[in-house]
């Protein structure tokens, strides 16, 4: 494999995931970091929901709960950055 395309397929699948969240949400979601970026600061959940998603498999079941979990926190955090930076106050 050419090493130009290293992740390559890894980046095209979040980048596609996002894109369709955002065409789901009927815009383009607001907040920085983005979910990418957020995954590409720290790639170690990513992977871990991943390989939770690869055991799941071979053993027969699909599961991608901590993939969904993982998505759902970061963005969470997105929109929140967004709200805070609209001079949203978070409680407590």
Same mark, same amino acid.
């Given at each position: 494999m050419d090493p130009s395309f290293? @992740?390559?397929n890894g980046r095209t699948s979040r980048i596609v995931s996002y894109a369709v969240l955002?065409? +789901?949400a009927g815009s383009i979601l607001p907040g920085t970091p983005t979910i990418p970026d957020q995954i590409? @600061?720290?790639r170690k959940p990513y992977f871990d929901a991943l390989d939770a998603a690869d055991v799941? !498999? +071979?053993e027969g +079941?699909? @599961?991608?709960s901590k993939m969904e979990d993982l998505l759902a926190a970061?963005?969470?955090?997105q929109l929140?950055? !967004?709200y805070k930076a609209m001079g949203g106050?978070?409680?407590g």
């Amino acid at each position: 494999m050419d090493p130009s395309f290293a @992740d390559g397929n890894g980046r095209t699948s979040r980048i596609v995931s996002y894109a369709v969240l955002s065409v +789901r949400a009927g815009s383009i979601l607001p907040g920085t970091p983005t979910i990418p970026d957020q995954i590409v @600061d720290n790639r170690k959940p990513y992977f871990d929901a991943l390989d939770a998603a690869d055991v799941a !498999f +071979r053993e027969g +079941r699909i @599961d991608v709960s901590k993939m969904e979990d993982l998505l759902a926190a970061l963005l969470a955090y997105q929109l929140t950055q !967004f709200y805070k930076a609209m001079g949203g106050k978070l409680p407590g």
